[in-house]
């Protein structure tokens, strides 16, 4: 068996496919792959407490993704945008749900980083909710990139492994 390292600094990409703008990839340094839980419902019993069993939907946490600042920030305000979209649509043009939110795909590269991507997660119908400060500081001693958080909430996921969907 051959291990892969998934955690270099330029190993994760998300690809956002937007509608009406165009498709957008930003440079992930980390994120999470989100929770998924299954609800339960809590059912009764002759003189026995209620006690749960399994429900009948899923879950989903939100992804948060540590992105990488480029030299003229294109990452940062192309999610900035599409923020200000979301809550200040023009005029007498009311956003519609599907047409605000986007398909995305992160994708887990191997260290090669080349086209043989093992690991995909598509998330559908994702829109941004954060996006975090960005701190610049010319007092820094150490090479670490620049980096900004955008956390997103999305309707459902899917993951492939190896061209395979979960």
Known sequence: ??????QKHTNHLLTINKRNTGSFTLMVQS????AITANEATAG???????????????????????LLDENMDSYFE???WIKELVEPEKHNPVKFNDSVSEASLFLLTNNKTDDTKF???FHKIWPISLSEI????????????TFDVT??????TIKRDGISY
């Not at 019993?45 to 992105?67: E, M, N, Q, Y």
């Not at 701190?135 to 620049?146: E, L, R, S």
């Not at 997103?152 to 996921?157: I, M």
Request: contains cysteine.
């Open 79 to 81: 999610v900035y945008r």
């Open 45 to 67: 019993a002759p003189k026995r407490a209620g006690f749960s069993i399994i429900g009948t939907a899923l879950g989903f946490g939100d992804l948060t993704c540590k992105v």
């Open 31 to 34: 994120t999470n792959v989100p």
């Open 152 to 157: 997103f909430k999305y309707r459902t996921l």
């Open 120 to 122: 995909i997660i598509d």
């Open 1 to 6: 068996m051959s291990f892969k390292n998934l």
């Open 135 to 146: 701190n610049f500081d010319a007092a820094t001693t150490d090479d670490a990139p620049i």
